[in-house]
């Protein structure tokens, strides 16, 4: 099957290797499509030079993974969490409850394979990886080990963080990774989810070669994943505290607040110890506006911020209530409602640095525009300022690496007044001045029609 002819096929979204598919082909069509993209063409609309289309759930990830500041040619610098630490985090965690379903149904089976197992945390984090001990070997060049980071944030597109991200069982394929160190494996992973109150708590993943990305490895993830999550619920049986259900919504004393992340086109999420709760878009509005006026909200007041037209107090009555399954009970107030615990955002993480007048690490924290697929009347405000603030605090620095970064994300691509700081800031010598002049020279054709 051609790339097109593949691009345009219906089927599973998240599957990578279809039946029919020449892998050969698919692996060199892929690799063009990521080389395309870290040199800047767009792999989706196929502008010039951009290479074959990918999946569109890759591209989302690839365009996450450029804008957070991943490495594409490495898979980052970041010591493995080891010792008695990683012992004694990973035996406290709930994935530890899961590990005897996992051993039993794929660890045991994967000797002499060149598979490996990998159970990681909420948060990207692998706790446990185990099978084929030639693998392990070969693995450890690319820092997939125990203890290692491995969410979307640290190493880009990867199937057990990519899966974390959108909350979704997912394939990688080779060059589909957006590290370059990745590109001999692939990978099938799915998330794990808390049965009585949803969160996720980690991810199961198989990392192997080509034959990793065929669907019949998805569905054995899955089918992993649902004996998982029913032992869980053996073990909630007998002790419904066990998974910290009785107060999600409240940091225990001594850790750090629940972060809210609402920044850039991935899945709008709470962070809360060391797990990642996926967020609809409706509750990741709530909390930010709750964040932003400490005092409260009346429901009318919310109604108004959440909707043009203005949404009836049943409505908002009811998007509470589900809330505080998610959030906890303990954590949300109500007339007028409100935060009753600390939540801070990567929203506030932006301000503080723009307030310290540190613009670097002010775009170093903005991974994108605040909730882009928003339409809320509130949310569209703080958008509109952070954006504001983040483009006025660069043109004041006028710093050419700075500019170089803010051009190349989706607020900056066309932000005619950072584009002509850009310019100013290159040696018209410089090859780079005629490709910063040729853009804008596009922008302004395009403002012109």
Not at 1 to 28: F, I, K, Q, S
Not at 143 to 155: I, N, T, Y
Request: proline fraction near 6%.
């Amino acid at each position: 099957m051609t790339t097109t002819a593949r691009a345009g096929a219906r089927g599973n979204p998240w599957v990578a290797v279809r039946p029919g598919d020449d892998v050969a082909e698919l692996a060199r069509t892929v690799s063009s499509a990521h080389r395309s993209f870290v040199e800047g063409a767009d792999t989706r609309t196929g502008g010039p030079g951009a290479g074959p289309s990918v999946r569109p759930v890759v591209f989302d990830s690839w365009v996450r993974s450029r804008d957070r500041g991943v490495n594409p040619r490495s898979v980052g610098d970041e010591d493995p969490l080891g010792g008695v630490e990683l012992g004694g985090y990973r035996a406290a965690h709930p994935m530890a409850l899961v590990r005897p379903v996992v051993r039993r149904l794929l660890v045991e089976d994967v000797a002499d394979t060149g598979l490996l197992v990998a159970i990681s945390d909420a948060a990207g984090r692998l706790l446990w990886v185990e099978g084929d001990s030639g693998a392990k070997d070969r693995a450890v060049a690319m820092r997939f080990v125990e203890g290692a980071d491995w969410s979307e944030d640290r190493v880009g597109t990867n199937a057990p963080g990519t899966a974390l991200a959108v909350d979704q069982c997912v394939q990688i394929f080779g060059a589909e990774h957006f590290s370059a160190a990745v590109h001999d494996w692939s990978c099938s992973a799915a998330p794990v989810h808390d049965p009585a109150s949803g969160r996720i708590l980690g991810a199961i993943d198989i990392t192997g070669g080509p034959e990793v990305a065929q669907p019949q490895v998805l569905a054995l993830v899955r089918a992993t994943v649902a004996a998982a999550e029913a032992e869980l619920r053996l073990h909630l049986l007998n002790s419904p505290r066990l998974l910290g259900a009785q107060a999600p919504g409240l940091a225990t004393p001594g850790s750090a607040a629940p972060r809210l992340a609402v920044l850039g086109s991935g899945r709008p999420t709470l962070i809360r110890g060391g797990d990642r709760i996926p967020l609809s878009r409706r509750h990741a509005e709530i909390l930010l506006l709750l964040a932003q006026h400490a005092e409260g909200l009346s429901g009318d007041q919310l109604s108004v911020l959440l909707d043009e037209v203005e949404l009836d107090a049943v409505t908002i009555r009811a998007e509470m209530s589900r809330l505080r399954k998610v959030f906890g009970a303990d954590g949300l107030g109500s007339r007028p409602y409100r935060l009753l615990v600390d939540l801070d955002t990567d929203v506030d993480e932006v301000r503080r640095a723009l307030e310290a007048g540190d613009a670097a690490a002010a775009l170093a924290a903005y991974r994108g525009p605040v909730l882009p697929g928003s339409d809320a009347p509130g949310v569209e405000e703080i958008r509109e300022q952070v954006r504001a603030r983040m483009q006025a605090a660069l043109l004041r620095s006028g710093e050419q690496r700075l500019l170089a970064r803010w051009t190349a994300t989706p607020d900056g691509r066309g932000d005619s007044a950072a584009w002509a700081a850009y310019l100013s800031s290159i040696d018209p010598r410089s090859p780079m001045y005629d490709q910063v002049r040729a853009r804008i020279a596009i922008l302004d054709e395009q403002l012109g029609g």
